[in-house]
């Protein structure tokens, strides 16, 4: 609505018929369907995600399958329908492939990230405090470190794997959500309804999990998914430094770094994994903005 | 309440916020510095085989990190690292065999720079932009520069920059594609900041203008916003005098925490257009487990991000008389 | 009136374009507004007045549009003026009072900036000028001290003052029409009766007309001439005060007078009669009277197959009703108090004791400040409350009221003092640490019918769950138990399945009643718990509260600010003022002489929907001293207009046994309170 001054005029909410559970859910995606944004970002988040499941049936070769053939000519062709990199690896299989680590490193730490935050910010934000204030000290801290040289620091020392990327990525990011979940549970825990829960004698942890945490949905559902188009952009970026994702698996960022350098020659190669990492990133991002705008009107 | 009691109230706040602010400050940067410290506890003996080289004998490396004082306790070490530092001796990097104070200051500088340059550019856009798109919810400019704005924001700088230099460098051979601050080739060090600095301003100009876009929507459906309208004033006048101050308020702290990326969080478009910067030493001090380097070098970044968290939460004491007193 | 109105709405039509269609919200409304003239519209929420007031100044946002007729000010229609003509009518010929004047007034700017601006924008005058006509305007309003005020920032300022510059800044252009959109809703009464004095004044001074919106008919009446009662977007009565308050000829009309608890009204005498249903939707109009399907006086076919028009009551010019039973409706009368209630009974058991009762809040100590004064929100509070009896306390916003509630609820703990309840020792026990038993005896009912249930449960899980934590009601048996529940506070019990946002604010609260109710308390606090409901809701749950208490025999402490409710619903009345209790009674004395000089004060600042029923009239002035810097003597001293001298200030009031259970706290004696109270009133008393 444009101005508040007049839903003190617009009518009372009709009664609705009671929905049942499946049919409250369609009613949650039809409104996805109602903002363009949320519905092409959704389109493209969808399209990746079942590249990444069929990848082993639908990727026409082996991620690191060279061919020599190719080495000579590199571009695309019909047998190779994005062209190869430098080493005669099919670009189409290995951007396929690339898509299933991406997808699953990105999400978990998102995951991990929104698992260890909500704790955080729920027991800052509830207890107030000592705790708020080592836990809010301690976010700071954390987030006061540049990410991009906390990376490099700590992945140069432990060296890259999948896992110590989505340790560091939850690491990093959770702050990021103890923030948020914070600021929400000290609102909401004023509300009545926990006065009244705590009046029938509910734990503190059944107060946090079941009447404030739901109530903290709407903006976490939306940060997680901008937060897990900014891991895509991140792991991406250690690819590209070379510290990600070790070799040879497939990695968009580390397939940019070995070929940006032939781009004079062969900008295909560093091209294709570039538009695949955008693509992926702007359907998260507009995925977050349909969602808010949606949590917005209704 | 007269009003010196309250210039008066005000002088303490700020006193108490700078207090606050420096001893945490004082507290980050100390808890960084151990942290990094001890991070390299975990592989002591690597810095001396880094030193060496792969071919060193066992022994050669004991001795070695024995001379380095790498097999004292951790604790000690820190101390007396600390109280090196203090006496203004930042140690020697083994990657770049000269002392860090002779390296970090000038790559420091360069970023610096390339940071103020982009800064200058981002500031000003995003603003514009954030504020006409925010004045009219969902008009057609709105959407468009909406859209623009989340579409730039989310290309990962590396990708940003093949994009950009495949039209700007291969295609149509208009610009340099690195930026080595070194004349030649025929490109001026001016030609050469073009599109590291365009990467970096439409990279971060996208989230910057999703966040002042936000906060004017929610500052133009406020009641004094109606108030203003009724008055009788023209919209032009009502976003600028009532509506600008109180939509910078939220976003301002966000904007300066920009410089915090725009020191540290470069290093990528450093590494696409080889620049010699402050990330890309950082980078390479990791790699290559350059300690000292590393140590400062980490400091430093820190340093510079409770800086800016300082200047955003001053400039939002000054955006709001609220909170002043 | 003039023969030429200022504003007039002929057959305007406005809808909002929404994405389920358009949604008509006024069909077609007219009505004139001479000048000089103050026309009050009253109606519940959702009834179109605020869009009419847009309407007016055409400010309706991108999705509403004046769809038809013509609204003409001063002649000309509005929807067909240009942009600039726009500018030019608004601020300086029509000026708006909003609702919330601290979110109406623009934070970053100082108080100055933003008077001055209006006289700089339309007349064209320069800083000095605009200056001294803001100084001007601020006398106008009685701000004192106006050199510094206009530096200062709205945050700076109290609610009233906020409200005082805001109507400033509507007159300072001399405005031909000064709109105000519930301008005192959200103020404390004795503000808000400083606020509508000097609305009148000011337009009587100026010949300002006046449109004042107001759910509120007690307001309307101290400031208006004319009223118009609106329902679903129709004018379905107008007239003069006199007229529709002696003899209102539409039934809705009769139906928000007949749910209005007002001062003389009490629950053993006059019961209140809620309207039947709610608003309907505006999606859907039906073919006749809006109303139709709530009226009691209903006639199928004649009242429900086509419009009805506005029809004059004959014999009475001006007045004019949209009924077509207007003529055959029977006689009203309006319930009148009857002069002794009757007094509270005092036979019940002690359930609740409150002795010597202190709460401080201490600023939390951070690591960089120190030596901040505490907050005394409860000072010494004794208070004893009987089984099955209904104690009401009352008092201002910030006179410690809620912090009660929350102490004998558990949720905070006291400073000092004792709570007993039934015969146990609570005042430090936080309800996390209070034994089941003691949890199920006390239960609360809270004010804010959209935070009270939890948005992610359904109204029968919060029942449910209440019952499995407090009766430890095994899971299914739960089930049953809350449906019955449900029908005890007059519920369909399919509503269960509901989740908050698809209930009404009179539902949420009933949900609400009946998880208190869960545990077959002894004692129910509600806190405000009609405060934020529409007239006719509040009726109904005032009526659900009363009777529950009677038929449980529970104890009710019911915390308010509304005078008018309380009359009606309490047996033993507590009056709060900065966290003491100043005067204590059954509700027979304490609505009676001799008064506490706040009790006083109250009583005569609380708005009646009666043009019959003005009495003394006490403007209290000066703001409500903070509750971190008590003064030494009597709390009320500052403000107090019967103040006797400097023994108020400095010495503590002695408390007075007037009758059996009626206490006042005052310096002055009771006989001398009386002879004061009982004098004739030395109307409008003197406004410093």
Not at chain 1, 180 to 201: F, N, P
Not at chain 3, 41 to 57: H, N
Not at chain 3, 608 to 622: F, M, N, W, Y
Request: charged share 20%.
């Amino acid at each position: 609505m444009t101005i508040p001054a007049t839903a003190e005029s617009l009518p009372a909410v009709p009664e609705r018929v009671p929905l049942g559970f499946a049919r409250a859910w369609a009613r949650r995606l039809g409104l996805v369907a109602e903002s363009k944004p949320a519905l092409i970002g959704a389109g493209i988040v969808l399209a990746w995600v079942l590249a990444a499941v069929l990848a082993p049936l639908i990727a026409p070769y082996p991620p690191n399958a060279t061919s020599m053939a190719a080495v000579a000519h590199p571009t695309p062709s019909a047998a190779h329908w994005l062209g190869t990199d430098h080493l005669g690896r099919d670009l189409l299989s290995r951007i396929l492939w690339g898509a299933r680590t991406v997808l699953t490193v990105a999400p978990l730490a998102v995951l991990g990230a929104a698992f260890l935050g909500s704790l955080l910010g729920l027991a800052a934000g509830y207890y107030r405090g000592w705790i708020d204030l080592v836990i809010a000290r301690a976010c700071d801290i954390v987030l006061s470190f540049p990410v991009i040289i906390l990376y490099m620091i700590i992945l140069a020392h432990f060296g890259s794997s999948a896992f110590n990327i989505i340790a560091v990525l939850t690491l990093t990011k959770a702050p990021i959500i103890a923030r948020i979940v914070r600021g929400l549970t000290i609102e909401l825990r004023e509300r009545e309804y926990v006065a009244a829960a705590k009046m029938r004698g509910e734990s503190p942890l059944y107060i946090m999990l079941a009447e404030i945490l739901p109530n903290a949905r709407g903006p976490l559902i939306v940060d997680m998914c901008l937060r897990t188009g900014y891991n895509v952009v991140i792991i991406g970026a250690l690819g590209f430094l070379g510290i990600g994702l070790p070799p040879p698996d497939p990695d968009w960022g580390g397939m940019v770094k070995d070929t940006y350098g032939m781009m004079s020659v062969w900008p295909h190669m560093a091209l294709f994994p570039c538009a695949a990492i955008s693509s992926l990133v702007i359907g998260f991002n507009l995925l977050a903005v349909g969602l808010r705008e949606i949590g917005l009107r209704d | 309440m007269t009003l010196p009691a309250d210039s008066g109230r005000v002088a303490l706040t700020v006193a108490r916020f700078a207090l606050k602010h420096v001893a945490f400050l004082l507290l980050t940067l100390l808890v960084v510095s151990f942290l990094v410290f001890t991070l390299n506890e975990f592989s002591p003996g690597d810095v001396a085989r880094k030193v060496l080289g792969a071919y060193a004998t066992q022994e050669q490396v004991d001795i070695l990190t024995r001379d380095l004082g790498l097999d004292r306790p951790v604790l000690v070490r820190y101390v007396e690292f600390l109280g090196k530092l203090t006496r203004g001796d930042l140690g020697t990097s083994t990657r770049f065999k000269v002392p860090v104070k002779d390296i970090i200051w000038g790559r420091l500088g360069n970023t610096a720079f390339l940071a103020a340059l982009a800064f200058a550019c981002i500031v000003p856009l995003s603003m514009l932009l954030g504020i006409v798109a925010g004045m009219r919810e969902s008009s057609a400019l709105d959407r468009a520069i909406l859209l623009f704005s989340t579409v730039v924001a989310s290309v990962p700088e590396f990708a940003l920059g093949v994009f950009l230099a495949s039209v700007f460098v291969v295609a149509l051979g208009w610009l340099p594609g690195t930026a080595t601050m070194v004349a030649g080739g025929g490109w001026s060090v001016g030609s050469q900041l073009i599109l590291p600095v365009a990467v970096i301003v439409l990279f971060d100009a996208g989230y910057v203008v999703s966040m002042i876009r936000a906060s004017m929507i929610e500052v133009m459906q406020r009641p004094y916003i109606r108030t203003a309208i009724l008055k009788g004033m023209a919209f032009r006048r009502v976003v600028v005098r009532h509506a600008l101050r109180n939509a910078m308020i939220n976003p301002i702290t966000v904007i300066l925490l920009q410089i915090n990326y725009l020191i540290s969080g470069v290093v990528v478009v450093e590494t696409v257009f080889a620049y010699p910067g402050f990330g890309r030493m950082m980078l390479e001090a990791a790699l290559f487990k350059d300690i000292a380097l590393v140590e400062v070098g980490a400091l430093v970044a820190v340093g510079v991000a409770v800086l800016t968290q300082i200047a955003g939460d001053l400039a939002y004491m000054l955006l709001d008389p609220r909170i002043r007193t | 009136m003039t023969d030429e109105p200022i504003l007039e709405l002929d057959h305007a039509r406005i809808s909002y374009f929404t994405r389920a269609g358009e949604v008509n919200v006024i069909p077609g409304l007219s009505f004139a507004l001479g000048a000089g003239e103050a026309m009050g519209l009253v109606g519940e929420s959702g009834c179109g007045k605020s869009t009419v007031a847009l309407a007016i100044v055409r400010y309706l946002g991108r999705a509403g549009r004046i769809t038809g007729g013509r609204i003409l000010f001063e002649g000309r229609d509005v929807a067909g003026l240009s942009p600039s003509e726009l500018r030019e009518m608004r601020g300086r010929r029509v000026a708006m009072v909003y609702q919330d004047p601290m979110a109406s007034l623009n934070p970053v700017m100082t108080v100055g900036r933003q008077l001055m601006e209006v006289p700089m924008l339309h007349e064209g005058l320069g800083e000095r000028a605009a200056r001294a006509r803001a100084l001007d305007m601020l006398a106008e309003v009685k701000l004192l001290d106006g050199e510094s005020m206009l530096a200062r920032y709205p945050h700076q300022l109290s609610g009233g003052q906020q409200q005082r510059i805001v109507i400033a800044m509507a007159l300072i252009a001399e405005p031909a029409l000064l709109i105000m959109d519930e301008p005192t809703t959200g103020l404390d009464v004795t503000v808000e009766a400083a606020v509508l004095d000097l609305v009148r004044e000011l337009r009587r001074r100026h010949g300002t007309s006046v449109l004042f919106i107001s759910h509120n008919l007690g307001t309307v009446v101290r400031v208006c001439d004319r009223i118009g009662v609106m329902y679903a977007g129709e004018l379905v009565e107008a007239g003069s005060i006199r007229q529709v308050f002696a003899n209102p000829r539409h039934p809705y009309t009769r139906g928000l007078l007949d749910c209005l608890p007002t001062l003389g009204r009490d629950k053993r005498q006059t019961p209140l009669v809620p309207i039947p249903g709610q608003v309907a939707s505006a999606l859907v109009r039906p073919a006749g009277c809006g109303f139709a399907a709530r009226c009691v006086h209903v006639e199928p076919g004649r009242c429900t197959s086509e419009a009805i028009p506005a029809l004059p009551v004959t014999g009475d010019p001006g007045h004019a009703a949209q009924c077509v039973r207007a003529a055959e409706l029977p006689p009203w009368e309006r319930r009148r108090a009857v002069a002794d209630a009757a007094r509270g009974r005092r036979s019940g058991p002690i359930v609740l004791r409150v002795e010597g009762l202190e709460k401080l809040y201490r600023p939390r100590p951070g690591l960089f400040r120190s030596g901040r004064a505490p907050v005394r929100a409860l000072n010494g509070i004794d208070l004893v409350v009987r089984k099955g009896e209904t104690l009401a306390i009352v008092g201002e916003s910030g006179c410690g009221k809620s912090t009660l509630a929350k102490v004998l609820a558990g949720l905070e703990t006291a400073s000092a003092g004792r709570v007993e309840i039934g015969g146990r020792e609570v005042a430090s026990m936080r309800v996390e640490s209070r034994p089941l038993e003691l949890r199920r005896t006390i239960q609360m009912v809270f004010q804010n019918p959209d935070s009270t249930l939890n948005p992610s449960h359904s109204a029968g899980y919060a029942i449910g769950r209440a019952l499995r934590r407090l009766r430890r009601t095994p899971k299914g048996e739960a089930a049953r138990e809350a449906s019955r529940l449900l029908g005890v506070v007059k519920l369909p019990t399919d509503l269960g399945d509901r989740k908050p946002d698809r209930l009404s604010g009179g539902q949420k609260q009933r949900v609400a009643i009946a998880r208190a109710l869960a545990g077959n308390p002894d004692v129910i606090v509600a806190d405000e718990p009609v405060s934020a409901l529409d007239v006719s809701v509040q009726a109904s749950i005032i009526n659900l509260l009363n009777e529950i208490q009677a038929s449980r025999e529970a104890t009710l402490v019911f915390i308010s600010h509304d005078l008018s409710v309380v009359r009606y619903l309490a047996d033993h009345v507590a009056v709060m003022y900065l966290g003491a209790v100043v005067e204590v009674g059954s509700v027979a004395d304490v609505f009676a002489p001799p008064f506490h000089p706040y009790t006083e004060a109250l009583l005569s600042a609380v708005p009646v929907p009666d043009p019959d029923a003005q009495g003394i009239r006490i403007i209290l002035e000066g703001p409500l001293p903070s509750a971190t810097d008590m003064p030494s003597g009597c709390p009320f001293s500052g403000r107090c207009p019967r103040r006797i001298g400097a023994i108020c200030d400095d010495t503590p009031p002695p408390t007075r046994e007037i009758s059996s259970g009626h206490r006042i706290v005052c310096h002055i004696p009771a006989e001398e309170l009386t002879r004061l109270q009982s004098a004739a009133p030395s109307s409008p008393s003197p406004t410093r």
